[in-house]
């Protein structure tokens, strides 16, 4: 594979070497209008259940660029077992939460509100979109999944089952998460971090019942949410995720 290929896009459908494929108008503008693209260039494509291929640009029509896939470079990486809740912020921090944490690895996202939320509502279109462009840059072959946004008490009643949630503690009252990951080295997990205010009593009280919960602490400083999800999931990854094992490649092919 050349190494100087820059161009990475993601495909909606199932790719295989040989095919020839349609891009959506979208991407046929980018590569057309913005990075100027020729016939005959090369470029990677990825779907979200083979992996990643090189791809060759052959017809440029006035709408569309189609595209002959090549030879494939990389299996599908799906990242550790790892979820992440958080209260939906404003848009720019919500952008910045969703690119940072993909970059790190999540196979799931679940926006939430809590009592002091104070942005009610989402995108899940724009969501989704700055899902697929870190994946893009990041060089990830797994597109996180992102469900719709839920009060906090339906997700911890009806959606975490046997999965441990790491409760990131503004109050600093927990301990450490380095210490509580050491202990537990959890592989199945749901990290919640707050909205701006942090949570109300009654949302401690609820959490505190659940017995699948690992409160901690990340540190002496109260963060704000993004670098909260960030920081955990970084601990997280380092102590009993990806980072302490070989990439575990799953591939739906043989």
């Given at each position: ?25 979208e ?6 209008n ?7 260039e090369?470029?990677?494509v ?23 896939i ?25 952008d ?9 690895g ?21 969501c ?50 380095n210490?509580?990951?050491l ?10 971090v ?61």
């Open positions: 594979m050349d190494k100087n290929i820059s161009i990475r896009l993601f495909c909606e459908v199932t790719l295989t070497v040989g095919d020839r494929i349609n891009l959506e108008t991407q046929s503008h980018y590569l057309k913005v990075m100027r693209c020729k016939i005959g090369k470029i990677l990825f779907d979200n259940y083979t992996g990643e291929y090189v791809a060759e640009i052959v017809n440029i029509h006035k709408r569309f660029i189609d595209i002959e090549l030879e494939k470079t990389k299996r599908r990486c799906i990242p550790g077992d790892v979820w992440l809740i958080f209260c939906p912020l404003k848009k720019s921090r919500t910045f939460l969703l690119e940072k944490s993909t970059e790190l999540v196979r799931k996202f679940l926006p939430t509100l809590s009592d002091k939320t104070q942005t009610k509502t989402i995108s899940l279109n724009r989704r979109k700055n899902i697929v462009e870190a994946v893009e840059q990041c060089g990830g072959t797994f597109i996180p999944e992102i469900s719709p946004i839920s009060s906090l008490s339906k997700v911890i009643e009806q959606q975490l089952e046997d999965r441990i949630l790491i409760f990131c503690d503004e109050t600093l009252e927990s301990k450490s998460i210490e509580c990951l202990l537990e080295r959890p592989q199945k997990v749901a990290v919640l707050g909205p701006e205010g942090g949570f109300s009593h009654s949302e401690r009280k609820l959490l505190r019942t659940k017995k699948n919960i690992l409160p901690v602490s990340l540190g002496n400083r109260i963060l704000r949410a993004e670098t909260a999800a960030v920081s955990a999931l970084t601990m997280w990854h380092g102590m009993a995720g990806d980072w302490l094992k070989k990439v575990d490649h799953q591939n739906n092919e043989n």
